[in-house]
């Protein structure tokens, strides 16, 4: 059974006239009869009664012609359901995330994507910034926002955010008083800092800071998550720099200073987002465009 003989049999079913409905259709009367002689062999069973009052349906016509409708409607319902998937308007968006993007535009981000493209689902994964790297890499995540300098090989790149480091001192510390203070002034402190595995690149330059600055941090503690390492110095146990965008987490117990560096030792925190061009998912462009737009500078 073709669509096409359904269209032309709901079509004359309307019209009960030969003549009108192959009008309707945009086609000359030979066809449709033609066509509805081939659906009444299918089906096995006259659909209509021809006399000369007229074009009538049978029991089995009438039967039909509601099965008929819902069958067009759910193959035009199908065809927008593929074209939209072509377009990235259905499907789903796995987005991975470091957590320090909650405080530097991505909830604008998402709530900007989800208000234009509602019936695209989308998923979110908080991972560090080299598991986002290893998942795209991969094609197990559609997109990333990771705190990295420079997008690794293979890896499409926009830059949605760069921001100072600041120190981090319990809020009851003789440092907390200051306004600004110079990195040296950790140099006696034990010092808080997100891992090796999890950030490679940061946790490199910020030692590579502390010793341009002449100290070497001792004991050093490593965390796998930015909001551990304010939780801890907000709990007296060490100092740290972090992020400026973590000022927003509204810990207690923790105070944030601008640190002075004349010298440009510390890095800023840089936050791409990330993508796979080798993976074509239709709902990726669509927010990547969104990304360009609204991204926190």
Do not use: K
């Given at each position: 059974m073709e669509l096409r003989h359904l269209r032309y049999f709901l079509a004359l079913s309307d019209e009960l006239h030969f003549g009108r409905a192959a009008q309707r259709l945009g086609l000359s009367q030979p066809p449709l009869t033609v066509a509805i002689q081939q659906l009444e062999s299918e089906v096995g069973a006259p659909l209509f009664t021809r006399n000369s009052r007229g074009v009538r349906l049978t029991a089995a016509g009438q039967a039909l012609v509601p099965a008929a409708r819902s069958a067009l409607e759910r193959a035009q319902q199908a065809l927008?359901?593929?074209?939209?998937?072509?377009?990235g308007q259905v499907g789903r968006l796995s987005i991975g995330f470091a957590g320090t993007m909650l405080y530097r535009g991505l909830p604008q981000i998402l709530r900007h994507f989800q208000t234009e493209h509602a019936r695209l689902a989308v998923t979110l994964r908080e991972l560090s910034s080299s598991e986002q790297i290893v998942e795209l890499q991969h094609?197990?995540?559609?997109?990333?926002?990771?705190?990295?300098?420079?997008?690794?090989?293979?890896?499409?790149?926009?830059?949605?955010?760069?921001?100072?480091?600041?120190?981090?001192?319990p809020s009851g510390h003789a440092l907390g008083r200051q306004r600004t203070l110079a990195l040296r002034a950790l140099a006696d402190e034990p010092l808080a800092l997100v891992s090796r595995e999890v950030s490679p690149d940061y946790h490199a330059?910020?030692?590579?800071?502390?010793?341009?600055?002449?100290?070497?941090?001792?004991?050093?503690?490593?965390?796998?998550?930015w909001l551990s390492v304010v939780s801890l110095v907000a709990q007296g146990l060490a100092v740290a720099l972090v992020p400026a965008a973590l000022q927003q987490a509204g810990l207690a117990g923790a105070a944030f200073i601008s640190v002075s560096d004349p010298h440009g030792a510390l890095p800023r925190y840089e936050t791409r987002c990330l993508w796979n061009p080798a993976h074509q998912q239709p709902g990726l462009p669509a927010f990547i465009q969104?990304?360009?737009g609204l991204h926190a500078a």
């Amino acid at each position: 059974m073709e669509l096409r003989h359904l269209r032309y049999f709901l079509a004359l079913s309307d019209e009960l006239h030969f003549g009108r409905a192959a009008q309707r259709l945009g086609l000359s009367q030979p066809p449709l009869t033609v066509a509805i002689q081939q659906l009444e062999s299918e089906v096995g069973a006259p659909l209509f009664t021809r006399n000369s009052r007229g074009v009538r349906l049978t029991a089995a016509g009438q039967a039909l012609v509601p099965a008929a409708r819902s069958a067009l409607e759910r193959a035009q319902q199908a065809l927008l359901a593929a074209r939209d998937a072509a377009n990235g308007q259905v499907g789903r968006l796995s987005i991975g995330f470091a957590g320090t993007m909650l405080y530097r535009g991505l909830p604008q981000i998402l709530r900007h994507f989800q208000t234009e493209h509602a019936r695209l689902a989308v998923t979110l994964r908080e991972l560090s910034s080299s598991e986002q790297i290893v998942e795209l890499q991969h094609a197990r995540l559609d997109v990333g926002f990771a705190h990295v300098s420079q997008a690794p090989m293979g890896l499409c790149e926009r830059l949605v955010s760069s921001q100072p480091f600041v120190a981090c001192v319990p809020s009851g510390h003789a440092l907390g008083r200051q306004r600004t203070l110079a990195l040296r002034a950790l140099a006696d402190e034990p010092l808080a800092l997100v891992s090796r595995e999890v950030s490679p690149d940061y946790h490199a330059r910020i030692l590579n800071a502390c010793q341009a600055a002449g100290f070497t941090p001792q004991p050093l503690h490593e965390l796998r998550h930015w909001l551990s390492v304010v939780s801890l110095v907000a709990q007296g146990l060490a100092v740290a720099l972090v992020p400026a965008a973590l000022q927003q987490a509204g810990l207690a117990g923790a105070a944030f200073i601008s640190v002075s560096d004349p010298h440009g030792a510390l890095p800023r925190y840089e936050t791409r987002c990330l993508w796979n061009p080798a993976h074509q998912q239709p709902g990726l462009p669509a927010f990547i465009q969104i990304v360009r737009g609204l991204h926190a500078a």
